[in-house]
């Protein structure tokens, strides 16, 4: 995610939370859905391999809204940001694919954290891509990453069992 007051919304997908949002069990994933445009596609017609990171994107931003820590993290002046992304592509998603991203937040460590998401083709559930996505958390007017102790730790804490 990107430093700094990002707006809600930055991206014009249609994101659907998954229908058992409100049933989910601790350390389920949060899901989103995302149907395949033509703008997505390459040259061949599969998702192109860029685009792959913008739905894992979308997909966080569902996580820490859901979560409710979006404001939290907008008022104390905090950022959610990358430091790595280890990203393995299984098989090609095409147009009109209907894609779940599963995400989920497996580990916190003292400055980082790692968000685990899988995209799945929502008809026929085969593996699409998955990734590791390593996280730290910054401050507008502070170098380097925070520590995720005090409210900062339990509100990432809170995303593990979203």
Do not use: C
């Given at each position: 995610?990107?430093?700094?007051?990002?707006?809600?919304?930055?991206?014009?997908?249609?994101?659907?939370?998954?229908?058992?949002?409100h049933t989910r069990e601790k350390n389920m994933a949060q899901a989103t859905e995302i149907k395949v445009?033509?703008?997505?596609?390459?040259?061949?017609?599969?998702?192109?391999?860029?685009?792959?990171l913008e739905f894992l994107e979308e997909a966080r931003w569902a996580l820490v809204d859901e979560s409710g820590?979006?404001?939290?993290?907008?008022?104390?002046k905090l950022a959610l940001v990358i430091s790595r992304i280890d990203i393995r592509y299984k098989r090609p998603a095409t147009m009109g694919?209907?894609?779940?991203?599963?995400?989920?937040?497996?580990?916190?460590?003292?400055?980082?954290g790692i968000i685990h998401q899988r995209i799945v083709r929502a008809d026929n559930e085969k593996?699409?891509?998955?990734?590791?996505?390593?996280i730290a958390v910054i401050h507008a007017n502070t170098p380097g990453a925070m520590p995720l102790d005090g409210e900062l730790g339990r509100r990432l804490q809170e995303m593990m069992n979203v």
């Amino acid at each position: 995610m990107h430093a700094g007051i990002i707006p809600k919304t930055w991206i014009n997908f249609k994101v659907k939370i998954a229908k058992n949002f409100h049933t989910r069990e601790k350390n389920m994933a949060q899901a989103t859905e995302i149907k395949v445009r033509g703008y997505h596609l390459d040259l061949y017609g599969h998702v192109n391999n860029a685009r792959y990171l913008e739905f894992l994107e979308e997909a966080r931003w569902a996580l820490v809204d859901e979560s409710g820590g979006l404001e939290w993290f907008t008022q104390e002046k905090l950022a959610l940001v990358i430091s790595r992304i280890d990203i393995r592509y299984k098989r090609p998603a095409t147009m009109g694919d209907v894609l779940r991203i599963e995400t989920r937040m497996v580990h916190l460590s003292d400055k980082e954290g790692i968000i685990h998401q899988r995209i799945v083709r929502a008809d026929n559930e085969k593996l699409v891509a998955e990734a590791d996505v390593t996280i730290a958390v910054i401050h507008a007017n502070t170098p380097g990453a925070m520590p995720l102790d005090g409210e900062l730790g339990r509100r990432l804490q809170e995303m593990m069992n979203v």
